[in-house]
C-alpha cells in the first residue's frame, strides 16, 4: 500500500514538474514581450524628443545638445526603475513555480523557506565577474547611457562642425567636399533617430539584448534554485538530472553536464550542491528530480569522471565540449586538468606554457 502511494506521489510530482516549467516557460515569455514593449515605447520617445530638438532644416543644433541629452538620460532612468521592479517580480513568479512543484511531498512552510532562499539567492549571488544581480543591472544601466549620450553628441557635435567647415567653402564658391556633405547628415534628426534605434535596441551589445540575456537568465536561474531547495527536502530524492532543451542551439558544455555520469546516479544526475546547472547564462537547459528507487545498479557501476568521459567522445563533441582544438589536443596528450574544462584557451595557454607544454605544437 504504501509503495503504491508513494508511486502516486511520484507520478504527482512529475506532472507538477512538467507544468511548473510550462509555467516557467511562458513567464519567460511574457516577460520578453512587456520588455520589448518597454524599449520600443522608449525609443518612441526619444525619437521624438530628436525630432522635436531639431530646426527648421532638420539639423538638430549644438545650442539643442545638452538639454536633448538630459532628456534621454531621464528616460533611461525611467527603463531602468521600470526593468529593475520587472525582474523583480517575474524572479518570485519563477521561484514559485519551481518550489511548488513539490506542494504534495514536503510541508507548506519548507515550501516557502526554498521559495524565499532562491529568491535571496539570485538577488545576492556573485558570478564569475564578481557582480550581484543588481551590479549587473546596473552596468546595463550605465552602459545605456554611455551609449546613447555618446552617440547623440558625436552625431551633433561632428555634424554641425561640417555645417561650419560647408559655409566657408560656399562662401569661396567652391565645392564642397563629399566627405563634409556625409558629416553635416550625422546631425540631422533622420540620422540620429536611426542611430539611437540601433544603440538602444538593434546593435550587437545593445542595451535592449544585454538586459534580455539578464532577465532570461535570473527567471530561469530563480526558478531552478527554489525547485532544487524543494527538490532535496523530499527524502526519497536522491539527485536532479541535468536535461536539455529541446531547442539546444548547438551542442556545448550542457552536452557532457546531461550525458556524464559523475556520481553513480546515471548519465546527468547530480547529488544535492552538485549540479553544475546553469552551465552558462541565458541557458535553456533545465533539471528534473531523480528518485532513489530509480537508481540502477547499472548506474552506479557507470560512473565515471569528466576527464574520462571526454576522453571517450568522438573529437567533434570534445570540441564542441571545449571550445577550441589545441584544447582538444591537450586533452588527448593529458596536459588538461577537470579545472581547464570551462577555461577558454587565451587564458588556458598561458597556464599551460608555465608548465612546460608547447602549445604550438599541440
Known amino acids: ?21 510550462s509555467a516557467t516557460n511562458e513567464l519567460d515569455s511574457q516577460a520578453m514581450k512587456e520588455l520589448t514593449a518597454l524599449y520600443r515605447s522608449a525609443l518612441a520617445e526619444i525619437q521624438q524628443l530628436v525630432t522635436n530638438s531639431a530646426n527648421e532644416m532638420g539639423t538638430v543644433r549644438l545650442s539643442q545638445l545638452q538639454v536633448l541629452t538630459r532628456q534621454i538620460e531621464e528616460i533611461l532612468n525611467q527603463i531602468n526603475q521600470t526593468q529593475s521592479h520587472m525582474i523583480e517580480g517575474y524572479i518570485v513568479e519563477a521561484a514559485k513555480n ?20 532562491a529568491v535571496l539567492a539570485v538577488r545576492t549571488m556573485k558570478q564569475k565577474d564578481g557582480l550581484q544581480l543588481s551590479d549587473r543591472l546596473w552596468r ?19 555634424g554641425n562642425s561640417a555645417a561650419d567647415a560647408a559655409q566657408e567653402f560656399q562662401q569661396r564658391a567652391e565645392a564642397v567636399p563629399l566627405n563634409i556633405t556625409q558629416q553635416m547628415n550625422m546631425a ?21 539584448h544585454q538586459i534580455k540575456r539578464v532577465m532570461r537568465t535570473e527567471i530561469n536561474r530563480a ?10 527536502e523530499d527524502e526519497f530524492v536522491v539527485g536532479t538530472k541535468f536535461k536539455l532543451s529541446p531547442n539546444h542551439p548547438k551542442r556545448d558544455i550542457c552536452d557532457m553536464h546531461a550525458k556524464a555520469n559523475l556520481y553513480g546516479l546515471g548519465e546527468g544526475v547530480y547529488p544535492q550542491g552538485k549540479s553544475p546547472w546553469p552551465a552558462h547564462p541565458n541557458t535553456l537547459s533545465y533539471e528534473q528530480v531523480v528518485f532513489v528507487d530509480e537508481v540502477s545498479d547499472e548506474d552506479r557501476a557507470g560512473q565515471t569522471n569528466h576527464l ?18 589545441k584544447k582538444v589536443s591537450a586533452l588527448r596528450q593529458g596536459h588538461l586538468t577537470k579545472g581547464m574544462i570551462a577555461t577558454p584557451w587565451k587564458h588556458l595557454e598561458p597556464a599551460l606554457k608555465r608548465k612546460g607544454v608547447d602549445t604550438a605544437s599541440l
Not at 98 to 117: A, H, K, L, M, Y
Not at 143 to 156: D, F, T
Not at 223 to 232: L, Y
Open 308 to 325: 574520462d568521459w571526454l576522453k571517450s567522445q568522438s573529437k567533434e563533441l570534445q570540441k564542441a565540449v571545449l571550445g577550441h582544438d
Open 98 to 117: 519551481g518550489g511548488n512543484t513539490f506542494s504534495t511531498s514536503i510541508p507548506v512552510e519548507r515550501v516557502s523557506q526554498s521559495i524565499d532562499s
Open 140 to 158: 546595463v544601466h550605465r552602459n545605456a547611457k554611455e551609449q546613447l549620450i555618446q552617440a547623440v553628441e558625436r552625431a551633433v557635435i561632428l
Open 188 to 208: 540631422s534628426g533622420s540620422a540620429i533617430n536611426k542611430k539611437m534605434k540601433d544603440a538602444l535596441i538593434y546593435d550587437q551589445g545593445a542595451p535592449y
Open 1 to 21: 500500500m504504501a509503495d503504491n502511494q508513494r508511486t502516486q506521489i511520484k507520478a504527482t510530482i512529475r506532472r507538477a514538474m512538467q507544468s511548473a516549467q
Open 223 to 232: 526558478h531552478g534554485v527554489a525547485f532544487q531547495n524543494s527538490a532535496f
